[in-house]
């Protein structure tokens, strides 16, 4: 088996490994089993479950009666994007084949990761209705503390299941955080089902995507908008979420089949949904800078 076809069998399994690895919101993930396709090729079927409240109870006729109504929500796909890469044969054979090797997964490392999770922590930071809190930047660990508290208690309050709550956070303010070493630091941090640092250039409230084609946005990618600002945490109740990835998958073609040039091509495509339930607004707390 050559190099080629060795790349092509094991794709999808790296792909996914460095997925997993380095997409800080992979943890978020819903179940495919949770879904089914819609009736448009752009649409995604999500289940939703409502029932009637308590009601009195008579010794004479007993139970009163109630609905539960299982419904199905039928939302749009929200994220897709590709991109077409390639590099001359001569090029990578210089190289001993290090061009094409490293050339996957690099790219889904420090292209495609950090945009995935930027359009999300944008995306769930702009849905009408969730928690915010006020604009503010943090100077030290006890205000950080403080801040996570009273996000944590806003959350109870609004009747958001306390287990699986993820917290999403600078490494600048955790680090504050966790310097504050007391049993009621450890205490907070310790309620979140897990603590994810996320790099700056993946946390903002507003993102713009480039396009790969305008001046000035061919190097694709891409930007915090002008309305963005700093996020310093996101706390997140996974079943909130629908974030759910369709289609990612990266194809391979050798020079011998590139009619236009002799190049190995490499061509990626990521398709889902990235969207909150809205009858669960309240499983997302953000606060962000002024």
């Known amino acids: 088996m050559n190099s080629i076809e060795l790349f092509k069998k094991n794709a999808p399994e790296l792909l996914d490994e460095v997925y997993k690895q380095s997409a800080k919101t992979a943890i978020l993930d819903s179940s495919s089993l949770l879904v089914k396709a819609g009736a448009n090729a752009n649409e995604i079927v999500v289940p939703k479950l409502d029932m009637d409240g308590l009601a009195d109870f008579s010794r004479n006729s007993g139970y009163t009666d109630g609905d539960v109504n299982f419904t199905n929500e039928t939302v749009k796909f929200n994220y897709e994007r590709g991109r077409k890469l390639k590099t001359d044969v001569i090029d990578n054979e210089e190289t001993g084949g290090v061009i094409l090797a ?95 640092t996320v790099p700056k250039a993946r946390f903002y409230t507003a993102i713009e995507l480039n396009d790969g084609v305008a001046e000035g946005e061919k190097i694709g990618g891409y930007k915090k908008a002008l309305t963005g600002k700093e996020l310093n945490f996101e706390i997140i109740h996974k079943p909130a979420l629908m974030q759910y990835t369709k289609h990612a998958k990266m194809k391979v073609f050798v020079p011998e089949e590139d009619q236009d040039g002799d190049n190995y091509k490499v061509l990626y495509r990521i398709y889902g949904l990235n969207d909150v339930y809205e009858n669960k607004v309240a499983g997302i707390y953000v606060s962000h800078k002024a």
Do not use: C, W
């Open 102 to 196: 490293n050339l996957s997964s690099e790219f889904l490392r420090t292209k495609v990761v950090p945009e995935v999770d930027a359009v999300r922590f944008a995306q769930y930071a702009s849905i009408v209705g969730i928690s915010l809190a006020t604009a503010i930047s943090y100077a030290t660990g006890k205000e950080v503390l403080t801040a996570l508290s009273a996000a944590y208690d806003k959350m109870t309050d609004d009747e958001v299941p306390e287990e699986d709550r993820h917290l999403f956070i600078t490494s600048t303010l955790i680090g504050l955080a966790r310097d504050v070493d007391t049993t009621t630091s450890k205490e907070i941090l310790a309620k979140f089902a897990s603590i994810n």
